[in-house]
């Protein structure tokens, strides 16, 4: 197979996904003239309960475009609360989705999207990156199932730095490593190419220069500018590859023990980065130049311990018997991953981050 630049697999397979992306400060003030844009004249304005004031902001900012405002959306799309906005949208008649918050926000869109075709605009407030992706995973019965659709994909994404200011530093750091996660796994991922691995390596680079500085100045306006600019790329990626057994554990454990998303992908990128670290080697002196290192798994963990709160699945709240099981349901359905997943393999990975050690 021939290898380009990077040692890029130079016979690909590149999936565009269309969005139109509005990215800068103060580009909310756009969010009227863009759904104008989509013709939009009866926006259901979506957030989460804590976020209502915000979105109550945006409902008076966009006028007699806003018909209902809806903040109920919750973590993992519950199906209940979709069905609840549902009913509120289709007692206004309305024509169109706004979303301001995180990747809850913007699942409850894109589960009313996936049930409606309603066309979405969305303005993120966290890292998540869902607003990128053709993913939509609901949960219902507290099963989580996941669906790849485009029927899901935004129109409008509107990138404003000033809104993620507000996070405390407990969300933006893990929320802010979430988004590497996604880059990491991409530039290790089966479906990898130039163009996604470019965004991942940009990606990484630019949250892991925000990140430290969000963590000791929270306020600091360029370093969320950058750390979105980093959030939305990643965002393409995930939308654009397959990822591997770092998701496939985070989902497992997620699923299992019941462990809060963000901060679970932050814990483990720097294990299941070095789980791989010999097998995409390539991948790995992508990550180590992005974070100016020499070792891309000992720089995750590096940052992982300036950004998180938890550190070690111990300090998640996993007890010791609760390893076997995950490493026994990490390997029942085979996946790809760059290293062949063996059960002994994830029990050793889960044991080193239970216990908080550097990968
Ligand atoms: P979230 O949307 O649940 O938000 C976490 C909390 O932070 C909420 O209480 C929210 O109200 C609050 N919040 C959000 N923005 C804030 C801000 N600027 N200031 C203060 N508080 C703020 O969390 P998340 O990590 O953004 O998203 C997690 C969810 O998104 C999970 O359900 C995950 O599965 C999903 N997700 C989906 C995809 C996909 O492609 N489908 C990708 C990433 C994440």
């Not at 190419?193 to 929270?218: F, H, K, Q, T």
């Not at 990822?243 to 985070?250: G, S, T, Y």
């Amino acid at each position: 197979m021939a290898t380009g630049p990077n040692g890029n697999n130079m016979e690909f397979v590149y999936n565009a996904h269309p969005a139109r992306v509005i990215f800068g400060v103060g580009a909310r003030n756009k969010v009227a003239e863009e759904l104008d844009r989509l013709n939009i004249k009866r926006a259901i304005v979506l957030s989460t309960p804590d976020q209502s004031l915000i979105a109550g902001e945006f409902a008076k900012m966009i006028g007699d475009r806003a018909a209902i405002v809806y903040p109920g959306a919750a973590q993992h799309t519950p199906v209940e609360v979709t069905e609840t906005a549902l009913q509120a949208a289709e007692s206004v008649h309305a024509d169109g989705c706004l979303a301001i918050g995180g990747g809850s926000t913007t699942g409850l869109s894109k589960a009313i999207a996936l049930r409606t075709d309603l066309p979405q605009l969305i303005v993120p407030t966290t890292f998540a990156g869902s607003e990128m992706t053709p993913i939509i995973g609901q949960t219902e019965g507290g099963r989580k199932t996941t669906q790849n659709t485009t029927k899901v994909l935004p129109e409008t994404v509107i990138y404003d730095p000033e809104l993620t200011r507000t996070m405390p530093t407990f969300i933006s750091g893990p929320s802010g490593m979430n988004a590497i996660a996604h880059s990491v796994e991409g530039l290790y991922a089966k479906e990898r190419n130039p163009i996604i691995s470019m965004m991942a390596e940009e990606s990484i680079a630019a949250l892991g220069r925000a990140l430290p500085v969000l963590m000791d100045d929270p306020d600091n306006l360029e370093a969320h500018t950058h750390a979105l600019y980093g959030a939305w790329l990643a965002g393409c990626v995930l939308g654009a590859v397959g990822m591997a057994i770092h998701h496939k554990l985070c989902h497992t454990l997620g699923g299992t023990f019941n462990l809060p998303h963000a901060d679970l992908h932050a814990l483990m990128i720097p294990y299941s980065a070095a789980y791989n670290r010999e097998a995409a080697s390539e991948a790995m002196a992508r990550v180590a130049r992005a974070l100016g290192a020499q070792d891309g798994p000992s720089a995750l963990f590096d940052l992982m311990q300036k950004t998180t709160r938890h550190k070690s699945l111990k300090e998640l709240g996993l007890t010791p018997s609760g390893l076997d099981k995950a490493a026994e349901q990490a390997v029942q359905n085979p996946y790809y991953n760059p290293r062949p997943v063996t059960r002994e393999g994830v029990r050793e990975l889960l044991e080193k981050a239970y216990l908080g050690e550097r990968p």
